[in-house]
Every structure is written in structure tokens, then in C-alpha cells.
């Protein structure tokens, strides 16, 4: 058999998501090689986090005009100049992976590496036939849209999130598998653009990991707006004269679904699978994430594991939070920090937004867990007045006993803002009463539909 010889490093990193970020000045004497199959700068920056936001954005300018109407205001969208705004958005992000890549290569102790990296060993990374080693090795390789097993999607244009958003032309009719933030984003965005739109999902409501209120208004909102196909199975995809047709099942009767374009949004898979982990001894959970530590470490002394590879909340804050621990930990391994990720929040910028944090009315339930509720509407405070909004709502879910706040859920405008004080609260430890009493209150502001929310409790 042929020897390799490998080049050696102090730190490999494999990804530029949030990997990139683990360069801080204490690393500036250590040798790193940083490995980068993709892009430079990861799943947010180029299809994820920071272009969807900025079309969401664009839609909810759109939403906003033609919603004027009940303010007294004509108004009317004459024209959406799709390749503008794409041209805007990309025009934007497209410069930075470049810039980004260059400044790493001018640095004295870094290499960047453009392939794939897989291990062949334990602490050996094979990159366009080159082997590197070092003593430690993170893996920051992210995920990617999971690809259903349906007959035909082989052999069908569908699109994912890595693509749907430099799409030539905005669909006449765009068909949707999936419910979760990136379908219901989506929907959002190519319904503000012009398209219909047709959203397939297996089970009976949308957003089904969000509290149980919260998912079944979005629920009765998303379907006002857009055919949304509940308890529905997808048998077949086929395409012929640049039309996708989806054969489902719905309650027992079949139907055949006709659009333009095909959006595949059924979740994300972890990359660990593509390096050859197992050469590496690297361990991985049932569902194909890698297991760590609450240091971020693998079960291979030396090998760390961060973000989306790791972590199914696949959540680039989530991801920041680790990697700053990750690279405090490599340079003080006497005096390690773990992540300290809890409470964990998210959002999701669909029209209406969402925002969440803790735990729901369901799983507290299923726990067998002593809660009380407290629900307080847009409708019922001065601003939400102001806004005419009657559709949405705070909810609020808190221990009886310690006072303290055990998970929060918003449905409507600005609830990923108007969610983070409920988050310091409780991370900081105080009580429900502390956070509504202990605190003024600007009149007439939206927070007050967060301070009666805590009122109630």
C-alpha cells in the first residue's frame, strides 16, 4: 500500500459558517488550515439566514401595500421587478465569500483548502488528495436540504433553499412540500411576488413544532392565504412541458397537483455523513448528528464538533454560541467553557412572524408538568389597535409554584423583537412578577402586549 505523508497543523477547521469565526486574535500563533467544499462564509451568509431575510423584508413591503386599505389608503403594487431585487440581494452578499477567502489566504498562519474533506484516520483529513493532521480538528460542516424519497423527484427541476432564491422568474404557480420556517418563509416571499401558491404537508397543521396555539392560527392564517394540503401524501412527481404535476393522497381520494415550480422544504441533514466519520472513530446519534460533550468535544480526544452538524436546532446563533466556547476552549483547556445555550430561542419570519422560546403548553403536558397559561392579544393593546391586527396573540406559560417563566410563544408583528425581553427574564432568573412589575413600560408601545401578557400571570 502507498504511504501518505500528511502536512501538519495545529488546528484544522472544516466549514466557513461559523467555523470561520473561531480565528480570534488568541489564535494568531497557531497554524490552522481551514477546508471549505462550498462557498467561503457557510449557509447563512449565501442561502440562508441574511438573502431570505432580506427578500421576507421585501414581502412584507409588498404585504403592507396591499393591506393599506384598511387605514384609509388606496394603494396599489404595479410591478414587482423580480431580477432587481434578486440583483439587489445577491448584488449585496455575493462580494463578500470572495473578499472573505482572500483576507484568510493573506494570513501568515493559514491555508485554506477548496474540496471536500473526509477523514482516512483518526486525526487525518484527506482534501483533494492531500492529507493533513492536526491536534485538533473541528468540524463546523453544516447541513443541507434533506431530499424526500418520492417516485419521480429524480427525475424532476424541483428546487431547495440553496436555489429557490436565484430563480429566474417568479413561478405563476409555485407547488411546496413542507411546513416548517423555510415553506412557510417561502410561501411568503413568492406570494408577495406574484405567485399561487400550494403548500403539502403530511401532518395537520404548519409550524408543528410551535406551541399548539400558535401553529393552529398560522395554521388558519397560511390557509386564507394559500391551498394548504393537510394530512396529505405525496405518491408521484412527474414534469413535461415545463409543468411539475404531484399526484396525493388526501383522505383517501387521490388528486393531481399542477404547477411550474416545485419547492422541496421537508427539513435539513446534517453533513456529518460526507467526511467518513467512522474512519475517524467519530460517533453520530440515530438521526446523523455528531454527538458532543457539553465542551463541544467529540468522543475523539481532540476532534470538536459545532453548529448544524451537531445540533438539531440548527440555528446559526445557536452555532455562534458554540463556536465562541470551541475556540476559548482549544486555547485554555484548563479552564474550558461550555456553551451555555438555554433558553434556546428562534423565529420565524413568515407572514405573520413567529417567535418562541422554552417549552410549550404540549410538552409540558406530556411531562405531566404543573403550568398556568396567560394569552393577551394585539387586538387588546393600544398599538395593536393602531394596527388594526385582531389576529394575533402573546402566549405566555409559567410554573405556579416558583413564579418563573417556562416558555413563551408570539404570533404577529415584531414578535422576534418583542420576545427578547422574556428571554433575559429568563435567563436572569426572575420571576414573572418581577419582569411586569419591576420595569416601566413605554405607553403606547407594542411591549405592552408582553407586560399584560405578564400581568395575567
Not at 393522497?249 to 427539513?267: N, P, R, S, Y
Request: some cysteine; aromatic content about 6%; charged content about 20%.
Amino acid at each position: 500500500m502507498q504511504q501518505h505523508s500528511s502536512t501538519e497543523f495545529d488546528v484544522i477547521i472544516i466549514g466557513t459558517g461559523s467555523g470561520n469565526s473561531l480565528l480570534t486574535p488568541e489564535w494568531d500563533n497557531l497554524r490552522v488550515a481551514i477546508v471549505e467544499k462550498d462557498v467561503f462564509g457557510g449557509t447563512c451568509l449565501n442561502r440562508g439566514c441574511i438573502p431570505t431575510k432580506m427578500l421576507v423584508y421585501t414581502a412584507d413591503v409588498v404585504s403592507h401595500i396591499q393591506n393599506a386599505s384598511k387605514f384609509g389608503i388606496d394603494a396599489t403594487v404595479n410591478q414587482v421587478r423580480w431580477p432587481d431585487i434578486v440583483n439587489r440581494v445577491f448584488g449585496r452578499i455575493d462580494s463578500i465569500p470572495p473578499s472573505g477567502k482572500a483576507y484568510r489566504e493573506s494570513l501568515d498562519n493559514v491555508r485554506v483548502f477548496t474540496g471536500e474533506g473526509t477523514f482516512v484516520a483518526p486525526k487525518v483529513i484527506e482534501v483533494n488528495g492531500e492529507q493533513i493532521t492536526a491536534k485538533h480538528i473541528v468540524v463546523a460542516a453544516g447541513a443541507r436540504p434533506t431530499l424526500p424519497h418520492i417516485d419521480g423527484l429524480d427525475a424532476v427541476d424541483f428546487h431547495t433553499s440553496d436555489t429557490i432564491m436565484r430563480i429566474e422568474s417568479v413561478p405563476e404557480h409555485l407547488i411546496i412540500f413542507g411546513g416548517g420556517y423555510i415553506a412557510t418563509e417561502m410561501a411568503h416571499v413568492f406570494a408577495a411576488m406574484g405567485s399561487r401558491i400550494t403548500m403539502i404537508i403530511r401532518s395537520g397543521r404548519l409550524l408543528a413544532r410551535e406551541d399548539e396555539a400558535v401553529s393552529e392560527r398560522f395554521t388558519e392564517l397560511y390557509s386564507k392565504r394559500f391551498d394548504v394540503r393537510t394530512h396529505t401524501h405525496i405518491g408521484r412527481v412527474d414534469q413535461a412541458n415545463g409543468e411539475i404535476t404531484v399526484k396525493v393522497k388526501t383522505d383517501g381520494h387521490t388528486h393531481h397537483i399542477t404547477g411550474d415550480a416545485l419547492l422541496v422544504a421537508i427539513g435539513r441533514t446534517p453533513n456529518g455523513d460526507l467526511m467518513d466519520l467512522g474512519s475517524a472513530g467519530v460517533e453520530l446519534d440515530e438521526d446523523g448528528f455528531i454527538i458532543t460533550d457539553e465542551y463541544l468535544r467529540t468522543n475523539v480526544p481532540g476532534v470538536w464538533a459545532l453548529g448544524d452538524v451537531t445540533n438539531p436546532n440548527q440555528l446559526k446563533h445557536v452555532a455562534n454560541a458554540e463556536c465562541r466556547a470551541v475556540a476559548h476552549n482549544i486555547i485554555h483547556p484548563d479552564t474550558m467553557r461550555t456553551a451555555d445555550l438555554w433558553p434556546i430561542p428562534h423565529a420565524v419570519f413568515a407572514d405573520p412572524q413567529v417567535a418562541s422560546v422554552g417549552e410549550t403548553e404540549q410538552s409540558l403536558r406530556a411531562a405531566g408538568l404543573p403550568y398556568i397559561t396567560a394569552v393577551q392579544r394585539y387586538a387588546d393593546v393600544a398599538y395593536g389597535w393602531a394596527m388594526e391586527d385582531t389576529d394575533h396573540f402573546c402566549k405566555l406559560i409559567a410554573d405556579p409554584n416558583t413564579r418563573q417563566l417556562l416558555g413563551a410563544h408570539i404570533i404577529g408583528p415584531q414578535s422576534s423583537i418583542l420576545i427578547q425581553q422574556l428571554i433575559q427574564g429568563m435567563k436572569f432568573g426572575q420571576t414573572v412578577d418581577q419582569m411586569a412589575r419591576e420595569q416601566i413600560y413605554i405607553h403606547p408601545a407594542l411591549t405592552e402586549l408582553v407586560e399584560n401578557a405578564l400581568l395575567q400571570l
